[in-house]
């Protein structure tokens, strides 16, 4: 049902369809600039993808994650060595397409491509949240003090204060090199012996991103935006108006996917075919004596172990298995690297969460108008970095939804041809 007063005052009716933290950011974003908007998910805000992250707005990711393709990391991932990626040739023959493209955008060149890209998005990160948050009255799940990449070997330590250099001076990134009696005296918790630590300082973090997307879809709901329960698939074009079926039938001038790792198939309907590589993660939560007070990365063993406010939030890297796995080994190695690091420790009760992160083989979001489809907008695609890109990204679309800038390295018209 169309809201009769919104089309009397000149405002577009429109639908997000996805409330995931990229939905729910860009149904904000619309909402400022005066449209009447309406949230589609079938369930409650930030019960997916955006549930079970590892807490970062990484205003430190300038440079988006490329697939290894060194000999030795290939190797490490081949031979099962390394915990950072699992696989299956049933999983890897499933996405096949996906992962040859994002291999061919790994490669140096490509991958420049896509760090120009970020550059212009990464320094907005935590800016485009701070006004969400503000609005939202989330102050109390934000933290602002960064977070700590641990090396374990004198050698990883060595690359560590390479790499906190080049991201210093040439992004202008916050990162200060710890050696290991700094280290424990910032963060008493690890217990462990460590050469060092990156602290990468400008990095927001989050105690429970599943109640920061529901507090912003609080926000939209008390400015008098809408949230259903529907199934985005029920979408359909009347004339020039998008219609969703259900409970309450909804018409709009605009459609909004923003539906994470379901977008693909939604937009294939109207001739977008995007190949979305969905890279599976897990998370459990655990109990150790001394809860750290930031987010600690031990990429040696692939893991990031994040407070929340349900416990230590242990998160694995990428799984590209068929079926996700009941007992994960990233997880079971996870837990043996967090009590090196913090001493001994149980795992709280309740489930192992999975969920897909929605990946574009050449590492951009997939953000704008669907080509050949007036009123249907892309928002969907942001992989790793989901929470970290998800308010500046929604600043990007309603502005263009509204005759601003466009991004075309984002446009879905780059996936035509
Ligand atoms: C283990 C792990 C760790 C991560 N850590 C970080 C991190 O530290 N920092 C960071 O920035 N990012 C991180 N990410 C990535 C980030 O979580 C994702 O990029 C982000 O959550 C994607 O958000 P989204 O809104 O696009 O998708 P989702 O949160 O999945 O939202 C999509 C929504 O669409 C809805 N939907 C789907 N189909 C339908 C339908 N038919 N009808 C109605 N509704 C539908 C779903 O119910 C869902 O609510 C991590 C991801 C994982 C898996």
Redesign the pocket.
């Known amino acids: 049902m169309s809201t009769p007063n919104c089309a009397a005052r000149g405002m577009a009716e429109t639908l997000v369809?996805?409330?995931?933290?990229?939905?729910?950011c860009t149904a904000l974003a619309l909402q400022v600039r005066g449209h009447a908007v309406t949230l589609?998910?079938?369930?409650a805000?930030?019960?997916?993808?955006?549930?079970?992250?590892?807490?970062?707005?990484?205003s430190e990711a300038v440079e988006p994650y490329p697939m290894p393709l060194a000999p030795r990391a290939l190797w490490a991932i081949a031979t099962g060595r390394g915990n950072d990626v699992r696989w299956s040739l049933r999983g890897l023959m499933a996405q096949a397409g996906p992962l040859i493209g994002y291999a061919r955008h790994s490669r140096p060149a490509a991958h420049a491509r896509a760090i120009a890209v970020y550059r212009r998005l990464i320094p907005d990160a935590c800016k485009a949240h701070a006004p969400l948050i503000r609005a939202a009255g989330a102050d109390d799940l934000i933290r602002r003090d960064g977070y700590l990449e641990l090396f374990r070997s004198a050698q990883g330590f060595d690359g560590g204060q390479v790499m906190a250099a080049r991201f210093r001076d040439r992004y202008g990134v916050g990162a200060r090199v710890l050696d290991g009696a700094e280290l424990r005296a910032l963060e008493p918790s690890v217990t462990a012996d460590l050469p060092g630590a990156v602290h990468w300082t400008d990095s927001w973090t989050v105690t429970d991103?599943a109640q920061l997307?529901a507090r912003y879809a609080g926000a939209l709901t008390s400015r008098g935006g809408r949230i259903l329960q529907?199934?985005?698939?029920a979408l359909h074009r009347v004339g020039a108006a998008w219609r969703l079926e259900g409970p309450t039938p909804v018409q709009a001038e605009h459609a909004v996917v923003?539906?994470?790792?379901?977008?693909a198939p939604?937009v294939a309907r109207y001739g977008l075919r995007v190949p979305l590589l969905l890279?599976?993660?897990?998370?459990r939560h655990l109990r150790p004596e001394r809860m750290p007070h930031r987010p600690l990365a031990d990429l040696e063993n692939g893991i990031?172990l994040?407070p929340t406010r349900d416990g230590l939030r242990l998160?694995?890297g990428a799984d590209l298995s068929a079926r996700p796995a009941a007992d994960p080994v990233q997880l079971r190695v996870g837990m043996r690297a967090a009590s090196e690091l913090l001493g001994p420790m149980s795992a709280a009760a309740g489930p192992i969460w999975t969920?897909?992160?929605?990946c574009m083989p050449d590492m951009l979001p997939v953000v704008g108008a669907v080509p050949g489809q007036p009123g249907l907008w892309a928002q969907?695609g942001?992989?790793?970095?989901?929470?970290?890109?998800?308010a500046v990204t929604a600043d990007i679309l309603a502005d263009q939804m509204d005759g601003g800038e466009t991004w075309p390295e984002l446009s879905p018209a780059r996936l035509m041809g």
Not at 17 to 24: D, E, K, M
Not at 45 to 58: K, L, R, V
Not at 258 to 263: D, E, F, I, K, Q
Not at 355 to 358: S, T
Request: some cysteine.
């Open positions: 369809l996805g409330a995931g933290i990229v939905g729910v589609i998910d079938r369930k805000p930030g019960q997916e993808t955006s549930f079970g992250n590892a807490c970062i707005i990484q991103p997307t529907g199934d985005a698939m923003a539906m994470g790792p379901w977008s939604m890279k599976r993660g897990y998370h990031v994040s998160c694995s969920g897909r992160r929605p969907f942001h992989g790793h970095h989901g929470l970290t890109l998800a």
